[in-house]
């Protein structure tokens, strides 16, 4: 088969999906946590959709949207945010080159080539080795250079190095020869579509894909060291080139440096100068090297002096980054600390990530919220900061606080210049915190407006459901037919996972967007061709729990929630294996529904006792945690029930999606890991035989 054959293949399609879901680029997923949840609903179709598109010639590439990131010299980092469907696209050609340089790549390791190094497995779900591994090794190999008399040392660096890759050079390093033009033509129509202003060169920065790719274009220059003087190390751009003498250091960097003009690659001469190395530290240079261990912040004297050690004299500035990150990304909420991090935010914007998640972790807090408001109001020159500053306010204030920042947030909506992305996201956060409905109106009839995928789409997942808001009614259904597939999924999912009747948004079905559809069909929102649903409840319970054959039940018991029982487990069924995290808050939900029928079927058929109550004397829910508090009725009744489903329950309030830190030990909060989910999938088949038992003795 032909290279474009192999790329658009279901198969390579589905792994380029599954190393996407795998890669380690967090911060970059992190827009598109929900998004990823949505397309796996009906993963199989959309991509064999996706697959016929790009056969048949009718996929097309969406325009990039980007972020720009503080760095420390004053200027920024652009990240390119890309559609889900050109990622899935942009991995599966990074799957192609993989076969192709994998043992090409192979060579170069030994001498020195540490970055985006391959898994060993072809076709592992993983793409790279864990680059924790690859930076340790970078490490390894200067220690062991300058160990081995190599001591003079020079700091190579490549300015804009994803932005300055020919597109040409990409397509070049795989078909020397002109050969495969039907994928390389693909790949360059899609790389010029990614780049701003269409131009011929730079790859989007953000996905791991395009690191693979700029390796690639790299090889040449690698392989050009191999036989040198001078020892060669690199890990992504920074190199480092290591002699014995000034002179031979020098030559490798004269040569080095017409390597990369030659490919269109520009130094920064910034960074650039020959040093002899004094020490192993003084030889790795300015990048972080730190490796203590988590087991220090049992003791916070040296804590506290770690943390003092990384600022000035004065407590003014910062001048350890690397340290102070450290603290603020381990530590446990401190009043001192947080002293010391309000008073510097403004003084070290290229760290404002950091400040943000260690603000994040106090909660509500009138001292983060009056300083976040004087910051704002002094404004910023980043887009990226004053966005930041915005959603840290809608997270830090209380009620009272947030009716006070709502008009000065309308108000600096409406003076904004077109729509930078990470201001209007953080506006609109604020919004939605909101109970005043003329606000919330406002915020659904601006984003019904916003061009920019990303905006709409980490705006929407957070957005809280107003039936009885026409501005809501009209912006899903507006988006359910949206062109960005990104934002059509997303739709779909938020209408199945807040359980809201599809028929509220008047929307034809034919309108809708393909991918959309298929995901409100698996969900069983509406009917018509596509994938469907897998078997019924009971199939679906019996089936993920091991039990020994399916309840017929479930239909009775849950009555009108059945419906979006099963859309709950049908979503926890999709991220079961890609993100267990989700598949546990997805089963928690559908535990809720279960229990409160189970109590209120039991409330029904014994009204003389005292069973616990699911609704509050003035007709709210009463919350899941109340239901299986210590002293409760199912504890206290149905004690093998109550442990099984109350442990689920207690491990899902300690996920990153549920809360920063644990209540009551303050303990950070853990993401679910693959061992420890099958142990709760062990937790609940036990729960759901008690269940059963009970629905048998009782006759429900």
Known sequence: MSAFTDLYSFNNLKLAWQRIRTGQNTFYKSFYRHTYDAYAISLEKNLQLLSDSIRTSVFQPSSSERIFIPKNNGLQRPITLLCIEDQIVLQAIANIYAIKFRSKRKLVYDMGVCSNRLNRNPSSIFFYERWQDSWQLFKKTVFSNYDAGFRYVADFDLSAFFDTISHDLIVKQYAPKSGNKDFCDFVKVCLKTWTPENYTHGIPQGPNASSFLAECVLLPIDKAFENSVCKYVRYVDDIRIMGKSYNDVHNGVVNLDTLC??????????????????????????????????????????????????????????????????????????????????????????????????????????????????????????????????????????????????YPAINRHKQLNGHPLMICIGIYNVLNESKDLKVFNYLCKSLKKETMFSIRTNVLAKLTPKSNSLAFRRLIKTCL?????????????????????????????????????????????????????????????????????????????????????????????????????????????????????????????????????????????????????????????EPNLHKFFNNFHLRRNKLPTSHAKDKKTQAVSRALGRQERNEYVNTLKKGYNEFFKIVGREGL
């Open 261 to 406: 003009r030659a490919r269109g690659l520009i130094p920064h001469s910034g960074k650039f100068g020959i040093k002899q190395a004094k020490s192993r530290t003084d030889a790795l240079g300015s990048m972080p090297s730190l490796s203590y261990s988590e087991d220090l912040f049992k003791y916070p004297v040296k804590t506290r002096k770690i943390f003092y050690s990384s600022l000035t004299n004065k407590k003014d500035h910062i001048r350890d980054p690397s340290r102070f990150k450290y603290i603020l990304y381990r530590s446990n909420p401190d009043e001192e600390f947080l002293r010391h991090a309000l008073r510097l935010i403004p003084r070290h914007p290229e760290l404002i990530d950091t400040f943000a998640f260690y603000l994040s972790r106090f909660g509500q807090r009138r001292k983060i919220t009056n300083q976040l408001i004087r910051l704002l109001k002094v404004g910023s020159p980043f887009e990226y900061i004053e966005g930041n500053y915005w959603l840290l306010l809608a997270s830090s204030s209380s009620q009272t606080q947030i009716a006070k920042v709502i």
């Open 481 to 637: 037919q949206d062109s960005s597939i990104d934002v059509a999924v997303l739709s779909a999912w938020y209408i199945g996972y807040h359980g809201l009747p599809i028929d509220k948004f008047k929307v034809d079905q034919s309108s809708i967007a393909p991918q959309a559809l298929n995901i409100l069909i698996s969900l069983g929102i509406v009917k018509g061709k596509g994938p469907s649903l897998v078997g019924s409840l009971g199939i679906l319970v019996s089936r993920r729990l091991n039990l020994k054959k399916p309840w017929s039940g479930w239909k009775r018991f849950l009555s009108v929630d059945y419906k979006h029982c099963h859309r709950l487990f049908v979503l926890a069924e999709k991220a079961f294996d890609e993100s267990p995290t989700t598949w546990m808050g997805c089963m928690d939900s559908f535990n809720d529904l279960v229990i409160r029928h189970l109590l209120e079927q039991l409330s029904a058929k014994y009204p003389s006792l005292k069973i616990q109550k699911t609704i509050s004397k003035n007709g709210e829910l009463i919350d899941f945690g109340v239901i299986l508090q210590p002293g409760s009725y199912l504890e206290r009744n």
